[in-house]
């Protein structure tokens, strides 16, 4: 007597898709950033142009009227930096959301489903990739006019820090944009009338009254102190950085709490 199969095919039954789990988390953020990345392949020199000809022409003017101190002149790299990579990325961002918002783009990413989170790193590595050229370019020309720059450790989590508050806080106001044109116009000055209104190109000691109250609150003066330290080859930047750390962790929550994630 032959024995039952039960199995007729012995295939293994069809896995359920998964909605979850770490894989899926990695997986969608790399297709964001793929998303975002492949459409700017094919005009990759407006990249380069945004990160070297915008900040570049702020450090010049500023070196020409600076006296010629080694201190001030690494305090005015420091704030071409912060100012530079910023305003980029934080522009890259809040435009890169606001357009997917109002271009339809947002809701197809919500319905696959995409968290807000991968969404977010996602976007936010893309817009990076301003600031990965930007930096080499600015230290380049730095040393090209006689700065005298001796990079520490703590340059690189103090960008990457920046970036996060910044992207955070540009994300957090551009949800309130009623439309495409106002998201562009307040994703620009966001970082600009921050930048501008920070002790980031001079010290506090050197600031006037009111920027200086501001700088307490600024998290960019905070930025240009550790970047300032850093460029000197200090490595004391600890409790730049843990301030720098919290406002990250604020402004990041801040954007992602606001930041619109229903399907219209």
């Not at 606001?98 to 319905?111: D, E, H, M, P, Y």
């Not at 004391?236 to 994630?261: C, H, K, N, Q, Y």
Request: hydrophobic letters at 55%; a positive charge.
């Amino acid at each position: 007597m032959t024995a039952r199969n039960t199995g007729a095919t012995g295939a293994a039954p069809p896995q359920p898709y998964r909605t979850g789990g770490v894989m899926k988390f990695v997986s969608d953020t790399v297709s964001v950033f793929e998303l975002n990345l492949i459409p700017s392949l094919k005009h990759w020199y407006l990249t380069v142009l945004l990160a070297s000809a915008f900040p570049l022409p702020w450090f010049y003017v500023t070196r020409a009227i600076a006296p010629d101190d080694p201190d001030v002149l690494r305090r005015l790299m420091a704030g071409t930096l912060v100012f530079g990579v910023t305003f980029s990325i934080g522009m890259l961002v809040g435009q890169n959301a606001v357009a997917q918002r109002f271009l339809g783009n947002l809701k197809l990413l919500i319905s696959m489903p995409v968290s807000k989170t991968a969404y977010v790193i996602g976007s936010l590595v893309y817009s990076s990739i301003s600031g990965a050229i930007t930096v080499p370019i600015l230290l380049g020309f730095g040393l090209l006019s006689g700065v005298d720059i001796q990079v520490a450790w703590g340059l690189a989590p103090s960008l990457v820090l920046s970036i996060m508050v910044m992207a955070g806080l540009t994300l957090f106001v551009v949800s309130f944009a009623p439309s495409l044109q106002a998201g562009n116009l307040v994703t620009g000055l966001v970082a600009l009338v921050l930048a501008a209104l920070s002790p980031v190109y001079f010290t506090m000691e050197q600031a006037p009254l009111l920027l200086k109250l501001l700088g307490y609150v600024s998290p960019l003066r905070y930025s240009a102190d550790a970047i300032a330290k850093s460029l000197s080859g200090q490595a004391d930047v600890a409790i730049e950085l843990a301030v720098l750390a919290a406002f990250a962790i604020v402004t990041m929550s801040l954007g992602l709490w606001r930041m619109p994630w229903r399907e219209k």
